[in-house]
């Protein structure tokens, strides 16, 4: 009997072992379920992260016309390197980078993208005489003014004149007279105008409907209106203005010197006199 009892009792023990080892083994393998768990989210999260970023493509800076000309002949750093390779000359600390568009000289190109400013023309010389011309005209008047004692005041209106004039070439023998750069016809031209647009061979460029290929440039002008010497450049849509500013400047300038300094100027001052 008593060795029966003592069967029991170390089969009861078996048993209480086995459940005990079965406890372990479930917690055992919760643990490796929640660790697993806890390592797999990070996972996730990344890869969520990494599909959202890839889903997120960042569209390409937009380009000017003029940009997009100086990547197609020079290559993506048309800025800073010529179409051999070599790097483009530079003057000023950087300052003026001259690129050629025909036989036109952009000297400033990240200036010309914002204002339309910094262009300079093939025939140069043309200002420059220009502004020969206005000095030497200013001399003379401000020598007429000292002759005929037509005071202080009338010194300082020709020198304002002066000033004025020689601003106004500046602004139009440097300005853009609407050099045509697009490659492909703008998306904002309206659908009735597309057909009147043409194919330039030689720039390799499109006209719009009032675009001429300047000879003398060797670009196509928007609005072309002629090609001045005198201003060095061709007038066209964006520097017409300032061309008919020029002319309105000089003009009066003349009507001063013949009015008052030539003629009823000395006449005034001889009879206070």
Same mark, same amino acid.
């Given at each position: 009997?008593?060795?029966? #009892?003592?069967?029991?009792?170390?089969?009861?023990?078996?048993?209480?072992?086995?459940?005990?080892?079965?406890?372990?083994?479930?917690?055992?393998?919760?643990?490796?379920?929640?660790?697993?768990?806890?390592?797999?989210?990070?996972?996730?999260?990344?890869?969520?992260?990494?599909?959202?970023?890839?889903?997120?493509?960042?569209?390409?800076?937009?380009?000017?016309?003029?940009?997009?000309?100086?990547?197609?002949?020079?290559?993506?750093?048309?800025?800073?390197?010529?179409?051999?390779?070599?790097?483009?000359?530079?003057?000023?600390?950087?300052?003026?980078?001259?690129?050629?568009?025909?036989?036109?000289?952009?000297?400033?190109?990240?200036?010309?993208?914002?204002?339309?400013?910094?262009?300079?023309?093939?025939?140069?010389?043309?200002?420059?005489?220009?502004?020969?011309?206005?000095?030497?005209?200013?001399?003379?008047?401000? #020598?007429?003014?000292?002759?005929?004692?037509?005071?202080?005041?009338?010194?300082?209106?020709?020198?304002?004149?002066?000033?004025?004039?020689?601003?106004?070439?500046?602004?139009?023998?440097?300005?853009?007279?609407?050099?045509?750069?697009? #490659?492909?016809?703008?998306?904002?031209?309206?659908?009735?105008?597309?057909?009147?647009?043409?194919?330039?061979?030689?720039?390799?460029?499109?006209?719009?409907?009032?675009?001429?290929?300047?000879?003398?440039?060797?670009?196509?002008?928007?609005?072309?209106?002629?090609?001045?010497?005198?201003?060095?450049?061709?007038?066209? #849509?964006?520097?017409?203005?300032?061309?008919?500013?020029?002319?309105?400047?000089?003009?009066?300038?003349?009507?001063?010197?013949?009015?008052?300094?030539?003629?009823?100027?000395?006449?005034?001052?001889?009879?206070?006199?």
């Amino acid at each position: 009997m008593l060795s029966g #009892k003592q069967g029991l009792a170390s089969a009861d023990e078996d048993l209480d072992h086995d459940d005990g080892d079965l406890q372990l083994v479930d917690q055992s393998f919760e643990t490796v379920e929640d660790n697993d768990m806890e390592s797999l989210l990070p996972q996730a999260t990344n890869e969520n992260d990494a599909a959202n970023t890839s889903e997120q493509v960042e569209e390409p800076p937009s380009t000017t016309p003029l940009e997009a000309h100086m990547n197609s002949t020079m290559g993506m750093d048309g800025m800073e390197n010529g179409a051999d390779g070599s790097s483009t000359t530079s003057h000023f600390m950087g300052w003026i980078m001259p690129y050629p568009v025909g036989n036109m000289q952009i000297l400033f190109p990240e200036f010309f993208h914002s204002s339309g400013w910094g262009v300079l023309g093939p025939h140069w010389f043309g200002p420059a005489c220009v502004l020969l011309i206005l000095a030497g005209a200013s001399h003379l008047c401000i #020598k007429s003014i000292y002759r005929h004692h037509l005071g202080t005041m009338s010194t300082i209106i020709c020198y304002l004149f002066f000033g004025l004039c020689t601003y106004r070439l500046t602004d139009v023998s440097f300005r853009d007279p609407g050099i045509c750069l697009d #490659k492909e016809i703008p998306g904002h031209v309206d659908p009735n105008q597309v057909n009147q647009y043409r194919f330039c061979e030689r720039c390799q460029v499109w006209q719009p409907p009032d675009g001429i290929h300047c000879p003398e440039c060797n670009v196509c002008v928007a609005g072309y209106d002629h090609h001045c010497v005198w201003m060095g450049t061709c007038i066209g #849509k964006r520097n017409y203005r300032q061309f008919v500013l020029f002319n309105m400047s000089w003009l009066y300038y003349v009507g001063y010197l013949f009015f008052w300094i030539l003629t009823f100027g000395p006449l005034i001052m001889g009879r206070s006199a």
